[in-house]
């Protein structure tokens, strides 16, 4: 399986099994270069994909390629130019940042001296700077976070594995996860795979999504393309039957999904506009309350994506 | 435009080849204990009986009237004997947590994320375990054959028996291996180092309890092989040349002792993973 030009991974047919059940459904995907988000809710099997790609699972069919790189003959080339962060806490015990962060890069292949260095220079880049004595047993959920994001940096990965990298941080330290993110994959030429359940996060930091659910990829692509063009997404509020008029308006090939109390989403298809969501509320008694069109976001795709699913 | 850019910069620089991550992961093991003042504490303690040995050697090469407590084969199988309280000492404290402290801190999904293999990663916490246990073992043990020759001035002692070299060193490293394969095993098996701790004590204390209750019930040494300290004494006695103190075959106490490193390493291969699946 040859990797197509600018994909950094590639997932062909694969299967994954925990006992009777299937984790991952054969994954067909491609990631593409840059920042990509691996979108689902919780269970979707985002994680089993990294832990499949990084060899820590083997699946029960299919192939994959890290960096044009066969996972199953060659996992150790793959993770010498791979960084992964994982979701859960995770350290070295017993050690202070700087120590950890070098060890790693040890770990890597890295020399003592240059992984000292680097690991410094990581600190100050995640942030960490000032506490890079601590010892980690020490730090805050959001220093852990950031710590993990370092240690994965430290060995300068070509393709970086997030796994829910804003879990447990507060709204700043969040922001500040976020715009590291956005710095390393777009300004550092860091390739870097998101998985994460929290849409703005993705949608903020990756130009690529793909959506999964059940095991499955229910949507890939660029974000931009899936999306859709703008114009065709209308914020709705009406009075009268709102179930009765939500079957009404699916009937006429209308998709629609509910965001803030009693506004919902409604998506025209192509060929029609508001005139016929005005139609379709005369026909059936309703008054519309509140009709905005509304540029498509990720959210729009990812409930599209699993609805469909 | 700053005069030194502090954020995120690619590496240019080297990288060591590969297999070679378990001399990382053994050296830094090895010095997070030499760090520890009550580990030192525990290593001089643990060579005492080297400098009582050491006295008796220049003792009785120089003053012939205590010729009678001269050195002879028996007494480096004895010394070894001795040691075994400061291998169960040091297998506890420095091996309890090897593998159970990264368990509880999910350290292994960060080892295992980096180039290195599984294999690796054993190898390098059982050479942390496995140097200091011959550091108090094999290398006291030669170096009392050491000074013999220095203090008697002549070979004649290591000529007349050329065994004791290769018997020291194949006796040391069988039981560093025993306790280091056997407590890593159990260490993967928990996330408590204190609890590894107990269950070790436990099974050594609990296979000669065994032993000793059938003993006491047949009269007989022939289920020596129930206890793991009683394995590890018959062969070694052999090793040494001397008649076994069991009536088990000593073939018998081996296959125990090698089908225990094969259990542990079974064990290990099944718990050091970089995630832990449940079916």
Known sequence: MA?????????????????TNPALKAVTARFAGGAVGLLGPNGAGKSTMLKALLGFIKPDDGRMTVLGLDVATRPLDIRARLGYMPESDAHIPGMNA??????????????????????HEVLYYVGLGEARYRNVETYSTGMKQRIKLAQALVHDPDLLFLDEPTNGMDPKGRDEMLELIKDLAHNKNVNLILSSHLLPDVE??????????????????????????????????????????????RAAGMDCHSTDEDVMRVFVPAGEDQRALFRLAAAHGVQVRHLRPSVPTLEDVFAKAVGEN | MPIHDQSYRRYAGGRSTPGLAWTVIGTAG????????????????????????????YVTTNFAQVAMFAPTPETFRQFLEHQDFFVFIITIYVGAGLIA?????????????????????????????????????????????????????????????????????????????????????????????RYVGIL???????????????????????????????????????????KPRYATPWPVSLIVILGLIVLSLSVLERRVRGVEVVT
């Open chain 1, 204 to 249: 903020y930091t990756c130009d690529h999504v793909i959506v999964m659910d059940k095991g499955e990829v229910v949507a890939q692509g660029p974000i931009a393309e899936l999306k859709g063009p703008s114009g065709r997404v209308f914020e709705l509020r009406i009075k009268g039957n709102l179930p009765e008029f939500l079957d009404v308006l």
């Open chain 2, 101 to 193: 402290n990264d368990r509880r801190a999910n350290a292994l999904q960060i080892y295992l994320s980096k180039p290195l293999m599984r294999a690796e990663y054993i190898a390098g916490k059982a050479a942390v375990l496995f140097a200091f246990l011959l550091l108090i073992t094999l290398v006291p043990a030669l170096l009392l054959l050491l000074l013999q020759v220095l203090f008697a001035g002549s070979f004649a002692f290591v000529k007349a028996n050329l065994f004791l070299f290769p018997a020291i060193t194949v006796a040391a490293l069988l039981q560093a291996l025993v306790a280091t394969f056997t407590m890593l095993a159990l260490s993967s098996l928990s996330k408590s180092a």
């Open chain 2, 30 to 57: 090895a010095m997070t204990f030499l760090r520890k003042r009550a580990f030192l504490g525990l290593l001089i303690f643990a060579w005492l009986p080297f400098l009582v040995r050491a006295v008796q050697v």
């Open chain 1, 3 to 19: 990797a197509a030009p600018g994909t950094v991974v590639e997932l062909d047919g694969v299967t994954v099994k925990f006992g």
């Open chain 1, 98 to 119: 700087v120590s950890f962060v070098a060890y790693c890069g040890q770990l890597a292949g890295l020399p003592s001296v240059d992984a000292m260095q680097r690991a």
């Open chain 2, 200 to 242: 070790y004590a436990g099974i050594v204390f609990f296979t000669s309890a065994i032993y000793g209750a059938m003993f006491a019930i047949t009269g007989s040494s022939r289920l020596s092989w129930l206890s793991l300290t009683a394995n590890l004494a018959q062969v070694i006695d052999v090793i040494f040349r001397l």
